[in-house]
């Protein structure tokens, strides 16, 4: 069991002021593996006063002094893989290759390259009659969400560690034991007391807290995009500034001349990684309206080759994180056979069996009209809809007609298009031909999929403000 009822606040594991508690299910088996404390405000109240007191002196460290804690960082994450990888298949129910190559692998990038930015980052610049010099935002806290435990947390803590902000951070109560390491991590390489605080708790009382605290400088906010609209409104009242990373319904355009087998295993893979509980997934494939029955046919060649089942073993997609997630994408199949879209593979209930564990059948859609719900809504699931294009203009009102601008994706060969496809996809993020992730391009959205950037350079400016000095002394 890993039971961990006790908050980490100015450099030491305090016992909870409340007394209750949270289990935490493994969605591949249903059962309990731990506890965590629901935290009170007076804990936070704790944590934050433990970081305002330590915002004097870790505003001051020098550039050296921080990139050789994030390096000692990123030293002591490599050391605790095995245990990041185990904990992560077991409280997201993450196959381990995922959780190795994906989950493990980003927050290890996002703390090493913040010590390599932070090598070159410019603090201060000369602008002829003044001078802009950037200092930490103060105390930042950090909110973040069940699909992504070491990334959404790691990327935030980096930029903050290396701009010299002291953080609060509240991990999502599905998925904390993967921030438990992290706190262990950062007390072992021996950052200064008070600049990390972990207040673990539930987002009603410790998120609410975060946001509306008077003391908390800046919130950098991952998740929902209800519930962000809830923290902008709470920080309002203080004047904070808010970095919100929303949700998406991100669109792959697949070009006339793309390779049809290549585009066709991209999408899956989309609805695949991580059971499709990704924020940046494409999980809407707009093709041709001729290469229609090529395509669905290639869909359906590929979607054997992401076996669905149990995390620990080769399986390429595990189940989703809880049985309310389980529910609400069932309720959006649902939804989509009855607006009459066709279901090219998978549909509601379980994959054949796997009658344990919170597993849903990756789920194909055709003849999918963008108003439709299922296209216009976030499912967070493994559910894919294919919608056709006559032109490429089409193609590209389509892939804008949302709420949200978070990533885009485009297939093919011809260079004009698919430059005219990526710069005119409203979105943070465009990735031509599957690109490989680059941890120091920068990660945020446009519309209701957020404010603000994170990763490398763009995440770090996050957590410094920026003042002008004039007459400056040379
Ligand atoms: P969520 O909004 O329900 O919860 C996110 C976090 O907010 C959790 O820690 C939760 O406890 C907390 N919270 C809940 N109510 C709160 C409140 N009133 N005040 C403050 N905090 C509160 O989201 P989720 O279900 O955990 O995550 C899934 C969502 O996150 C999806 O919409 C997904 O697209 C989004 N997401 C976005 C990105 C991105 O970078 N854009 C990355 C990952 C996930």
Redesign the pocket.
Known sequence: MRNHLKHYINGEWIESTGSETHEVINPATEEVIGKISLGTKEDLDKAVAAARAAFPSFSQTSREERVEMLEKIAEEYANRKEEIIDVITEELGSPRKISENVHYNMGYNHFSEAAKVLKDFTFSEDRGDHTVVKEPVGVSGL??????PTN?TSTKIASAFAAGSPVVL?????TPFAAIILTEIFDKVGVPKGVFNLVNG???TI??G??SHPDIDFVS????????E??MK?ASETIKNVAL????KSPLVVLEDADVEKAAKAAVSHIATNTGQV??AATRTLIPASMKEEFEEALKNVLPKFPVGDPQGKNYVGPLVSEKQWNTVQSYIQKGIDEGATLLAGGTGKPEGLDKGYYAKPTIFTDVKNDMVIAQE?I?GPVMCVLTYETIDEAIEIANDTVYG?AGYVFGNDGDTLRKVATSIRAGRIKVNNAELDPAAP???YKQ??IGR?WGDYGIEEYLEKKAILGYPA
């Open positions: 909110i973040t969400p069940w699909n992504f959404q509240k991990p999502a109560e599905l539930t987002g009603e998120g609410d975060i946001s906010f991952t998740g929902s995009a209800a519930v962000g809830k923290v709470n990373e929303l949700g998406g924020c940046s976030e967070f978070l990660f945020g959205g999929s957020g994170e």
